[in-house]
């Protein structure tokens, strides 16, 4: 099994910084993407930013310049800086993992979500 777990979501004022946190763990062999996800109320879920195993970055056009995302392939981690947050930032934000495990039949990758931690900006 795998688990996946964010912490470090709370309430910041516009302009403000925070860090978001999400480690893997479990009968892990490999993790391909790894990714940040938000859904506001009433919207669908988006991708933020996302992060290959080599590196490679994306980011979504609002968060451009503001946010960086890094991880660390030892310890199975990933983390979002946030800056210049602003209101329409306010979000559930969920961490997802492409993760490859070993099954009967073979290698299996799964893509597996945390539970999700809060990220409020208002003043």
């Known amino acids: 099994q795998v688990q996946v777990v964010e912490s470090g979501g709370g309430l910041v004022q516009p302009g403000g910084s925070l860090r978001l946190s999400c480690a893997a763990s479990g009968s892990i062999l490999n993790i391909n993407a790894m990714g940040w996800y938000r859904q506001a109320p009433g919207k669908q879920r988006e991708l933020v930013a996302s992060v290959t195993k080599n590196n490679i970055t994306n980011y979504a056009d609002s968060v451009k310049g503001r946010f960086i995302i890094s991880r660390d392939n030892a310890k199975n981690t990933v983390s979002l800086q946030m800056n210049s947050l602003k209101p329409e930032d306010t979000a559930v934000y969920y961490c997802?993992?492409?993760?490859?495990?070993?099954?009967?039949?073979?290698?299996?990758?799964?893509?597996?979500w945390g539970q999700g931690t809060r990220v409020t900006v208002s003043s």
């Open positions: 997802n993992a492409q993760v490859v495990t070993m099954r009967l039949m073979g290698r299996y990758e799964g893509s597996y």
